[in-house]
């Protein structure tokens, strides 16, 4: 038993490097808190199913990249890092970005948009949780504090961007 743990923190040391942790924990983060509040805020504002992919896509391409891209910078403005060890942050952060972003797609296609929203919320918290709990361990804290932190956050995010999409709709419509 004590072997199969052992060789399961060696891959993850191995295969998440640094670089690999910092874009895979920001674009994962940023795919669910960004997707949902300007879905949320969109929803809000518009109820338009329409309006509300088109900001998934936007989100989920042009976004990501300029996500990625500020990673890049970062990373390269501490000038410590090697420009293959930038790369792989700037790569992991686009495609965990995109991916999760692009997820939430499915539920507004195939439900109606006051059920996908819902469900969003849903798949968005419990994406927030499952990789809370992965920080948590990894860094042998308690997962519940660690857990709820992240989800009292992307809870404020949420109510807040429904209540911007309330005020456009009132104020600019």
């Known amino acids: ?11 993850i040391k191995v295969f998440m490097k640094h670089s690999k942790k910092i874009g895979l924990s ?6 669910i808190i960004t997707t ?9 504002g518009t109820n ?3 309006v509300v992919i088109g900001g998934i896509l936007t989100i989920a391409l042009a976004d990501s990249l300029s996500d990625s891209l500020g990673i890049h910078i970062s990373e390269e403005s501490e000038n410590t890092h ?5 790369w ?4 992991f952060t686009f495609l965990s970005k995109f991916i999760i972003s692009f997820s939430f797609i499915i539920p507004v296609l195939l439900l109606r948009l006051n059920y996908a929203i819902w469900f969003s919320i849903f798949w968005g918290l419990i994406l927030l949780c499952v990789f809370s709990y992965y920080i948590s361990k990894n860094q042998n804290v308690k997962s519940w504090k ?5 989800l ?7 109510v807040i961007a429904h209540y911007i999409g309330i005020w456009v709709s009132i104020t600019f419509v």
Do not use: A, D, Y
């Open 88 to 91: 792989e942050s700037t790569i």
């Open 146 to 150: 660690v857990i709820i932190e992240h």
């Open 36 to 44: 949902l509040g300007l879905m949320i805020g969109l929803n809000s």
């Open 82 to 86: 090697s420009e293959s060890e930038i």
């Open 1 to 11: 038993m004590s072997i199969g743990i052992f060789k399961k923190k060696q891959f």
């Open 48 to 50: 338009s199913k329409l």
């Open 152 to 158: 009292i956050i992307g809870i404020f995010v949420i």
């Open 26 to 31: 920001f674009g994962l983060t940023s795919g």
